[in-house]
């Protein structure tokens, strides 16, 4: 596809419920993928609305719309780019940005700056025990975490065991979320063992109840926009900003069940 015709695709902007108009789109090489779910995206958002206050101009794409999509996968062919949601990309130089960067990160890339990419892992984190595992499996999970740790060093801001095991840790897996076009008395089955699981683990922050849960996979799978989920236990890859994120609906969900209960084992 030329540059001309890369023009074309719909813009979404947070702020309006308009298109961005033509002569906009064309002044600006400057895009930005987000989609609906995506924590960092979110995040992402007051950085981009402050540096376009301070004279630049970045375009955000929603990847829901098809237009944007079909923009994006040509942009990484043409560029031989992976990269999930967000990322920021210069149109006509190729030069992006693909994750969640600091403000001062970002306003390199606008500047014309190849930013690197960030180090990432060189293989998954070993998984915490459960909340009340015994001191031989906890021991036995720091012997396989501190091999990970050396053979990861080149990686920023590494906790250390004591640091994960003292965070608030689930005593068991939580029930895995029901597909998005469940029956009424499928997501009510689910919906009982969620909050079972809940008591059990009372003792970790922010859980939201099943039905709050439910109403956000239904709204996902009628197309609208879910309310703030809610909180789940969890762990994410250290620096592994370049998030993959599937606009299907269901995926969505899970990534944020998953990115949440990966958080409170992870590396910052």
Excluded at 16 to 40: A, H
Excluded at 235 to 260: G, M, S, T
């Amino acid at each position: 596809m030329s540059k001309l015709n890369k023009k074309d695709s719909k813009v979404t902007e947070s702020t309006q419920n308009t298109d961005v108009v033509v002569s906009e789109e064309q002044s600006s090489p400057w895009y930005v993928f987000c989609s609906t779910g995506c924590g960092f995206c979110k995040k992402a958002e007051p950085i981009i609305e402050e540096l376009n206050k301070e004279g630049y101009n970045i375009l955000k794409l929603d990847v829901a719309e098809g237009d944007n999509q079909k923009l994006s996968e040509e942009l990484k062919k043409e560029y031989n780019v992976q990269c999930g949601t967000p990322w920021f990309i210069n149109a006509e130089t190729g030069k992006g940005v693909c994750g969640f960067r600091e403000k001062d990160v970002l306003q390199k890339w606008l500047d014309g700056e190849d930013i690197p990419t960030p180090p990432r892992p060189k293989g998954p984190i070993p998984k915490p025990p459960f909340h009340g595992a015994s001191k031989k499996e906890e021991n036995t999970w720091k012997k396989e975490y501190k091999k990970w740790t050396k053979e990861n060093s080149h990686l920023p801001k590494i906790q250390t065991a004591e640091e994960i095991l003292s965070r608030p840790r689930p005593k068991s897996q939580p029930p895995m979320p029901p597909q998005p076009n469940s029956t009424d008395a499928q997501f009510e089955e689910w919906g009982k063992t969620w909050d079972e699981w809940t008591k059990e683990n009372s003792h970790l922050p922010n859980l939201q109840p099943a039905s709050v849960i439910i109403e956000n996979f239904k709204k996902r799978a009628q197309g609208q926009q879910p309310g703030q989920p809610g909180q789940v236990p969890n762990q994410i890859v250290p620096q592994d900003n370049a998030k993959i994120n599937n606009i299907d609906a269901r995926v969505q969900a899970l990534e944020v069940k998953v990115d949440k209960l990966l958080n409170h084992f992870g590396v910052k």
